[in-house]
């Protein structure tokens, strides 16, 4: 074995759909029943996910074998930016105050989320239909942000736009430094030698 030589190693940019979680098993009895990655390829074998998305979001995760490139993605400031669907007519009061901080709870505490980058889309962006549905407009209007944030905490977008008296009812990551999801498929995998965001 020729330790002199770097290993090589694999990555892939996913779709994460609707409802699955990230990572890649379980054997707590609590959740047998739920969706991983794993079903969705056949990834290489000590493939771990780049920070995660919770079971209710989607869109972009990145996914690699090098452990020092993941603790270097997740620990430097790298862009985030998610396009969230709202409950309600956003105000422009609201859109300033998710500019500015906010106030969240983060593991029993609280915690003043940093400045972030937070505009209105003038139309929906166009997804897939997801697999539980939206609720309908009878139920009153909706709104779509552009959310931009260089931190992670904890499902930190959907926290945010709660606090400012708009739940979050579909959150799509789209973009990660500069890999963007594109026109990716739910469940679809892209395969990469080379990992970049910057």
């Not at 409950?87 to 609280?110: C, P, R, Y």
């Not at 979050?168 to 026109?183: A, D, E, F, P, Q």
Request: proline letters at 5%; charged letters at 25%.
């Amino acid at each position: 074995m020729d330790l002199s030589k770097p290993k090589e190693h694999v990555h892939y940019i996913l779709h994460k759909p609707f409802g699955y979680l990230s990572q890649f098993m379980s054997n707590a009895k609590h959740e047998r029943n739920k969706k991983f990655l794993g079903t969705l390829h056949d990834f290489q074998p000590g493939v771990m996910p780049i920070g995660r998305l919770d079971k209710n979001s989607e869109g972009l995760l990145l996914l690699t074998t090098d452990g020092f490139l993941s603790n270097e993605i997740c620990s430097t400031h790298i862009e985030k930016e998610y396009y969230v669907q709202v409950d309600g007519a956003i105000t422009a009061a609201a859109i300033a105050e998710l500019q500015g901080s906010v106030n969240i709870g983060f593991k029993g505490i609280k915690y003043d989320t940093k400045p972030c980058k937070v505009f209105q889309l003038e139309t929906p962006p166009d997804f897939s239909e997801r697999s539980k549905k939206i609720r309908d407009a009878r139920h009153g209007p909706t709104s779509w942000l552009s959310i931009t944030i260089n931190e992670g905490k904890f499902r930190q977008v959907r926290k945010m736009t709660s606090a400012v008296g708009f739940p979050t009812l579909r959150l799509v990551r789209i973009r990660i430094g500069t890999i963007h999801l594109n026109r990716m498929a739910p469940g679809e995998v892209i395969k990469l030698d080379e990992l970049k965001v910057d």
